[in-house]
């Protein structure tokens, strides 16, 4: 079979599986990365090229330097597919496979995966329900949702990944000053209702616009708290069979299937009303979910997200067929907190179901896999405990314009 050059394209640390599983599959992989991480232990065994970025500011590349220097590559080189590896990546590769007519999403399907305003609209638009929002772009809009929709409500960049730059806001008075403390960025947020309730997570690989694979599960700590608080990270997988994972997979589907995702795999998040127990759409991204989930999932379920989205992307590029094993019915707990300690003693934390002690410096990180529910709910509650009491190292949220 004829090899393939897959270009990857990563701000961040990660998708060791996703280029090792292509290396396997007889592909040529050419890496893009920042400057800033050439020290890091990337499959070099498996890739072949790579070349660096200077960064503008974290994650962040001149995309103008980018398109430029993509062009000479293509000189000697024809590349078959462009892939994101990270959240902020997304928007990069859509670029480039629009400028160089390489196949695979382009930048207005993009713009659903990564946009929160566009994903929102998008949702709102194919009766999939969503949290009240609004543009922030005009003074009269702002001030009529603002008397519509009571306080608290969360001010949110439209492109940052995770709960980065998020801020709630409790009065007119305060969304005022830090609509003003945007300035020039202003564009770049939007204004949302305040949903207090249980945030989940699905994990899903599509295929030919079938989706092939789905893990949901519950964040123990919202995301949001954790960023902003500190704190402990945690999350646990649902039963395949509960009422919660079949609902969670029947809007899943709504949303991918709207969106017009074809093929790869995504991380989407919804929230459970508190005060209704309706489903909310928050947002999605066509990637693999951060925070050690894919350990998670692969945990629960014996599937490899990254290594599945390997063999998908292989298939198309190779018009082979594609199937993937069923899931295991396990259920898997994960918790991250950052810590005082370069490396944690993990011994205390040993037992039957802890099967993952990640190697993350300054954090402690572990997966634990079970039969059983409340055991995972029970180790995950024990940890917490004594990672909170002997462990835990807050540190401020990130200096932004909303927080500054």
């Known amino acids: 079979m004829?090899?393939?050059?897959?270009?990857?394209?990563?701000?961040?640390?990660?998708?060791?599986?996703?280029?090792?599983?292509?290396?396997?599959?007889?592909?040529?992989?050419?890496?893009?990365?920042?400057?800033?991480?050439?020290?890091?232990?990337?499959?070099?065994?498996?890739?072949?090229?790579?070349?660096?970025?200077?960064?503008?500011?974290?994650?962040?590349w001149n995309l103008e330097h980018l398109v430029q220097g993509f062009s000479h590559l293509m000189k000697t080189r024809k590349v078959d597919a462009v892939v994101a590896l990270d959240d902020y990546d997304v928007e990069k590769a859509a670029l480039i496979r629009e400028t160089f007519r390489?196949?695979?999403?382009?930048?207005?399907?993009?713009?659903?995966?990564?946009?929160?305003?566009?994903?929102?609209?998008?949702?709102?638009?194919?009766?999939?329900?969503?949290?009240?929002?609004?543009?922030?772009?005009?003074?009269?809009?702002?001030?009529?949702?603002?008397?519509?929709?009571?306080?608290?409500?969360?001010l949110k960049p439209r492109s940052e990944a995770s709960s980065s730059g998020i801020k709630k806001i409790t009065s007119k008075e305060q969304l005022r000053k830090a609509l003003e403390a945007l300035g020039e960025e202003r564009h770049l947020f939007l204004l949302e209702s305040f949903k207090p309730g249980d945030v989940y997570h699905v994990d899903s690989l599509t295929f030919n616009r079938e989706i092939v694979f789905t893990s949901a599960s519950r964040y123990l700590a919202p995301p949001m708290q954790v960023s902003h608080e500190g704190g402990v990270f945690r999350s646990k997988t649902l039963g395949r069979y509960s009422e919660e994972f079949k609902a969670l997979e029947d809007i899943n589907a709504q949303v991918l299937s709207n969106f017009g995702l074809m093929n790869g795999a995504t991380h989407t998040e919804f929230i459970r009303g508190k005060e209704d127990g309706k489903w909310y759409f928050l947002e999605t991204s066509s990637r693999v979910g951060g925070a050690h989930i894919p350990d998670l999932v692969e945990a629960s379920s014996g599937i490899n997200i990254w290594r599945e989205w390997a063999?998908?992307?292989?298939?198309?590029?190779?018009?082979?067929?594609?199937?993937?094993?069923?899931?295991?019915?396990?259920?898997?707990?994960?918790?991250?907190?950052?810590?005082?300690?370069?490396?944690?003693?993990?011994?205390?934390?040993?037992?039957?179901?802890a099967v993952k002690f990640l190697p993350i410096e300054y954090h402690i990180g572990i997966v634990?896999?079970?039969?059983?529910?409340?055991?995972?709910?029970?180790?995950?509650?024990?940890?917490?405990?004594?990672?909170?009491?002997?462990?835990?190292?807050?540190?401020?949220?990130?200096?932004?314009?909303?927080n500054s």
């Not at 999403?105 to 949290?131: C, E, W």
């Not at 180790?379 to 917490?384: F, P, Q, S, T, Y």
Request: aromatic share 10%; proline share 6%; net charge negative.
């Open 311 to 353: 063999k998908i992307e292989d298939a198309l590029l190779k018009n082979k067929k594609y199937s993937i094993s069923p899931p295991t019915g396990y259920y898997s707990g994960l918790i991250v907190a950052l810590i005082k300690d370069k490396e944690p003693d993990y011994s205390q934390f040993e037992c039957e179901e």
């Open 102 to 154: 390489i196949p695979g999403m382009g930048q207005t399907t993009h713009r659903y995966f990564r946009d929160k305003l566009a994903m929102r609209q998008k949702a709102k638009d194919s009766g999939i329900n969503v949290p009240e929002f609004t543009a922030v772009f005009n003074d009269g809009e702002v001030d009529a949702f603002t008397e519509k929709i009571p306080a608290p409500w969360v």
């Open 368 to 402: 634990y896999k079970s039969g059983d529910e409340d055991i995972i709910q029970e180790r995950l509650d024990n940890a917490a405990e004594k990672i909170h009491a002997e462990m835990l190292n807050i540190m401020p949220p990130k200096s932004s314009k909303l």
């Open 2 to 60: 004829e090899e393939k050059i897959i270009v990857c394209i990563s701000c961040y640390y990660k998708g060791y599986d996703f280029m090792d599983e292509m290396k396997k599959l007889g592909n040529k992989i050419i890496l893009v990365t920042s400057e800033s991480l050439k020290e890091k232990n990337w499959p070099w065994h498996a890739i072949d090229e790579v070349f660096y970025m200077p960064e503008l500011k974290p994650s962040v």
